[in-house]
Each structure stands twice: as structure tokens, then as C-alpha cells.
Antibody, heavy 123, light 107 residues
Framework: EVQLVESGGGLIQPGGSLRLSCAAS????????MSWVRQAPGMGLEWVSV???????DYSDSVNGRFTISRDNSQNTVYLQMNSLRVEDTAVYYC?????????????????WGQGTLVTVSS | EIVMTQSPATLSVSPGERATLSCRAS??????LAWYQQKPGQAPRLLIY???TRAAGIPPRFSGSGSGTEFTLTISSLHSEDFAVYYC?????????FGGGTKVEIK
């Protein structure tokens, strides 16, 4: 059974840093594209970042240059390092496995999601 | 980037009735569209991908249709566990974007 478990969220002041973890089981993170998707309180979903099987990464414009996605194959875990945090980064952050659906880039839909971890950026 | 617009924002339906949710893309996404269900305090769950293919374990009362810019999610007969927020998401062109959601509530 595929399972994703996020951790690392919490309350942080603007300008601070936080690292989120996503521990996977039931599959190998290095064999799939993995993404982070966030949801601000009471709002919709926003794609944040992806790490490809090659190790290449991509980011949304809103976090590019501040967030870094990575993975540890030995731990079967994906990370999101978040620096220079802003109030508008406050959200539940979900780790999700990407499935290929025929697009040109290959980051298509998300078939498995973790339970999410809440990041609150506030002074 | 593609803007996804869902309507209505809230849909009030009685159990056993049919629910029809709409999703419109600001430009064509072909059939590269997924639907998700999210219940309070839970992660989204994949329902439909490729505009009309049900994900594993999704009951046949959920169906998706459409292509290009207009899409529909239909729940043929609402069960109590179907009351939730539904999101559409396009995945071509890059980057993926989500709609704002439709809340299906009990009438």
C-alpha cells in the first residue's frame, strides 16, 4: 500500500526557514516524480514543486529561489527546504506522487497524497 | 498559466439526487484534466484523470466528461459520503493549475 507521511510543519516567523519531510512507503520515491502541493487556510490547491526521477527540479514562480526540493533515496524520503518564509506561505503542505498522463512535461496528476503538515508564518 | 474556473461555488443537493459540477479552462487543455474530492481535514483524493477515466477504487456513480475548455463531473446519485469539496486540475500545458473548488453540501 502506498503511504506518504509528512512532518516538519510548525509556527515560524517571517524570514525564517523550515524543512518539511515526506516519508514514503509502498513504492520508491526515486522511481516516480514527487511533488509538493499547498493549500492556504480555506483556499484552493496550489502546486509548489516537483523532483523528477533524474533529480532535476522545478518550482512555481511564487517559491522559486526560496524553496528547494530534494530526496534521500536511502530513506525513501522527499524534502522541502523553505527559506525566506513569508506570511503568504502559510498553508497545509501536501506531498504527492505524480502520475504521467501524456503531457509534454510529464508532471500530470497526483494519485497519492499525504495527510499534510501545517506551516504557519507569523510574527 | 491556465486559469481554471469552477461553478457553482456551492451546490446544494439532496441524497440520492444527481450533481453536476462544471470546470472551465482559460484555454484548451485537450483531455488533460483531473478531478479530486476533498473532505474536511483530509487530503485530496484522485477521482478522475484524462477527463473521463476513473481512478482505482472510485465507484461508477462518478463520471467525467468534456475536452478542450469545458468539463463536467457528474455524481449520478449522491451518497452521504460524497458531500465534500471537488477540485479540477489541468496538466497540459505546464504548469499544472487547479480550480477554486465546488462545495457539494446537503440540501
Amino acid at each position: 500500500e502506498v503511504q506518504l507521511v509528512e512532518s516538519g510543519g510548525g509556527l515560524i516567523q517571517p524570514g525564517g526557514s523550515l524543512r518539511l519531510s515526506c516519508a514514503a512507503s509502498g513504492f520508491t520515491v526515486s522511481s516516480d516524480y514527487m511533488s509538493w502541493v499547498r493549500q492556504a487556510p480555506g483556499m484552493g490547491l496550489e502546486w509548489v514543486s516537483v523532483i523528477y526521477t533524474s533529480g532535476r527540479t522545478d518550482y512555481s514562480d511564487s517559491v522559486n529561489g526560496r524553496f528547494t526540493i530534494s530526496r534521500d533515496n536511502s530513506q525513501n524520503t522527499v524534502y522541502l527546504q523553505m527559506n525566506s518564509l513569508r506570511v503568504e506561505d502559510t498553508a497545509v503542505y501536501y506531498c504527492a506522487r505524480v502520475q504521467y498522463g501524456g503531457s509534454s512535461v510529464g508532471v500530470d496528476y497526483f494519485d497519492s497524497w499525504g495527510q499534510g503538515t501545517l506551516v504557519t508564518v507569523s510574527s | 498559466e491556465i486559469v481554471m474556473t469552477q461553478s457553482p461555488a456551492t451546490l446544494s443537493v439532496s441524497p440520492g439526487e444527481r450533481a453536476t459540477l462544471s470546470c472551465r479552462a482559460s484555454q484548451s487543455v485537450s483531455s488533460k484534466l483531473a478531478w479530486y474530492q476533498q473532505k474536511p481535514g483530509q487530503a485530496p483524493r484522485l477521482l478522475i484523470y484524462g477527463a473521463s477515466t476513473r481512478a482505482a477504487g472510485i465507484p461508477p456513480r462518478f463520471s467525467g466528461s468534456g475536452s478542450g475548455t469545458e468539463f463536467t463531473l457528474t455524481i449520478s446519485s449522491l451518497h452521504s459520503e460524497d458531500f465534500a469539496v471537488y477540485y479540477c486540475q489541468q496538466y497540459d500545458p505546464w504548469p499544472v493549475t487547479f480550480g477554486g473548488g465546488t462545495k457539494v453540501e446537503i440540501k
